[in-house]
C-alpha cells in the first residue's frame, strides 16, 4: 500500500515528489527509501525522469531531512523521543545505542549509517544531541546524502526493468554488507585504542 502510494507520488509529482518523500523519509516517517529512489533510477532509464535533476532532488531531500534532524536533536535533545518516539517506532533506548555508536564511529556514521534503515534516522538526531559542530557534520551527512542517493539511482538505472524484482534482495544485501563494514569499523577502532594503551 506504502510502496502503491510513493510510485503514485513519485510520478504525480516528480521532483517535487522525490524531494518531499525522501525528507520526510530521513526525518522519520515510514518511507522505503531505497525502493523510492531504485524506482526514480528506472524512471531515469525509461525517459521519465532527467538524470541530474533526479539526482539532484535525491540529495536534497536526504540532506535537507537530516539537516532537520540534527536541528531537532540539538534543540530538543532527547525530549522528542521521550514524548512522541514511541508512535514512529524510535525508543529512548535505540538513540542511546546510536550515541554510542556514533561515539565510537564519529562523523563517518552520518555518511554510511544511511545504508543502514532505522540507523540513518537517528545518526543525525543522535549528532544534534551531542552538539556536534555543523561544519563537520555537514561535511559527513551531506556527502553521504550524495553517495547513497547516486548510488540507489544509478542501480535502478542499471537494473532498468528488472529494478522492482531485485530492489529487495539488494536492500537486505546492502544492509547486511553496511553493518559488517561498521562491525569491523568499530572493532578496529577498539583495537587501535587497545594498541595506544599498552604503549601507554
Same mark, same amino acid.
Given at each position: ?9 513519485? =510520478? ?15 526525518? /522519520? ?47 530538543? #535533545?532527547?525530549?522528542?523521543? +521521550?514524548?512522541?518516539? *514511541? &508512535?514512529?517506532?524510535?525508543?529512548? &533506548? ?18 554510511? /549509517? ?16 551531542? +552538539? ?11 556527502? *553521504?546524502?550524495?553517495?547513497?542517493? /547516486? ?10 526493468? #528488472? ?8 536492500? +537486505? ?12 569499523? =568499530? ?10 594503551? &599498552? &604503549?601507554?
Amino acid at each position: 500500500m506504502v510502496k502503491h502510494f510513493i510510485l503514485q507520488w513519485v =510520478v504525480q509529482y516528480s521532483y517535487v515528489g522525490i524531494f518531499s518523500l525522501l525528507m520526510l523519509g530521513i526525518v /522519520g516517517l515510514p518511507v522505503p527509501d531505497e525502493f523510492l529512489l531504485t524506482f526514480v533510477g528506472y524512471l531515469v532509464y525509461r525517459n521519465r525522469l532527467q538524470l541530474v535533476p533526479a539526482v539532484l532532488a535525491g540529495f536534497l531531500g536526504g540532506a535537507c531531512g537530516i539537516t532537520l534532524s540534527y536541528l531537532l536533536g540539538r534543540s530538543l #535533545g532527547l525530549y522528542l523521543v +521521550e514524548r512522541f518516539g *514511541g &508512535k514512529i517506532g524510535i525508543h529512548e &533506548k535505540q538513540v542511546r545505542r546510536v550515541h554510542d555508536w556514533f561515539e565510537r564511529v564519529g562523523g563517518w556514521s552520518l555518511t554510511f /549509517g544511511y545504508y543502514i534503515p532505522g540507523v540513518r534516522h537517528l545518526t543525525a538526531y543522535v549528532a544534534g544531541t551531542a +552538539e556536534y559542530e555543523l561544519p563537520r557534520f555537514a561535511l559527513f551527512a551531506y556527502s *553521504g546524502a550524495a553517495i547513497w542517493a /547516486g548510488s540507489f539511482i544509478a542501480l535502478g538505472y542499471y537494473l532498468g526493468d #528488472g529494478w522492482h524484482a531485485a530492489s529487495q534482495t539488494l536492500r +537486505e544485501v546492502t544492509r547486511i554488507s553496511m553493518w559488517v563494514v561498521l562491525v569491523g569499523a =568499530v572493532a578496529y577502532g577498539f583495537w587501535l585504542r587497545a594498541q595506544s594503551k &599498552k &604503549k601507554a
